[in-house]
């Protein structure tokens, strides 16, 4: 399958009621655009990174009650796994699409790459542009622009992913599911290279 870009009704599947019918529809719907996405796209972030970089999409197999309210696409240097290695992500939720450089809970290096980020701040936040977002929980929509942060509220995100052992990091971009780019497969992939090219230093910053 060749990546066919992404429409409304993939974005109403997370409207379906019930695990086993949304699953259904996420498995024949979502998946092998996700899955086909993550083929595409992989050569580049190899290349961009230095490093072999594997694809991985969400199962969701843990899940056995509450439907999944997003889904995604990940690229990690683990051929095993990604969730605990610093990673790329493309995914969809009901009213957007997500492409974010990740750190979540299972990252044992948190910590660190907390503590080498508020020491180069200064360098790093102007490479980023002002309109990417800030998530500190991959589980909920929630996010803060970095324009919204400003360097004392990035501070303040850093500090607690230093402290705190759940606490997450993710940043990268957002794209409402009205956006005519989703429809052109060929304009998506060129912007999600755009935003992973911009977020690539905070990538070698956790690797090192």
Do not use: N
Not at 66 to 89: I, L, M, N
Not at 136 to 145: F, L, N
Not at 189 to 207: D, G, H, I, M
């Amino acid at each position: 399958m060749t990546f066919p870009g992404f429409t409304q009704s993939d974005f109403q599947v997370f409207t379906i009621p019930g695990l086993e019918p949304r699953m259904e529809a996420l498995k024949e719907q979502i998946r092998p655009k996700l899955e086909a996405l993550g083929e595409e796209m992989a050569p580049f972030l190899s290349d961009l990174t230095g490093e072999t970089l594997y694809v991985h999409v969400a199962k969701h197999a843990r899940r056995s009650v509450h439907p999944p309210d997003e889904t995604w696409v990940a690229w990690a240097s683990q051929k095993r796994g990604y969730k605990s290695h610093p990673h790329f992500q493309v995914g969809l939720r009901e009213q957007e699409l997500f492409a974010m450089f990740a750190l979540i809970y299972e990252f044992p290096r948190k910590p660190e790459f907390a503590r080498d980020f508020l020491e180069q701040q200064d360098e790093l936040l102007p490479t980023l542009p002002p309109e990417f977002v800030v998530s500190k929980d991959h589980t909920r929509p929630e996010t803060h622009s970095l324009e919204e942060l400003g360097p004392d509220g990035l501070q303040q995100v850093l500090e607690r992913l230093q402290d705190v052992k759940k606490a997450e990091f993710l940043c990268g971009s957002l794209h409402h599911r009205d956006d005519p780019l989703l429809k052109q497969p060929d304009a998506l992939k060129r912007q999600l290279e755009t935003t992973f090219s911009r977020v690539v230093p905070l990538y070698r910053l956790a690797r090192s």
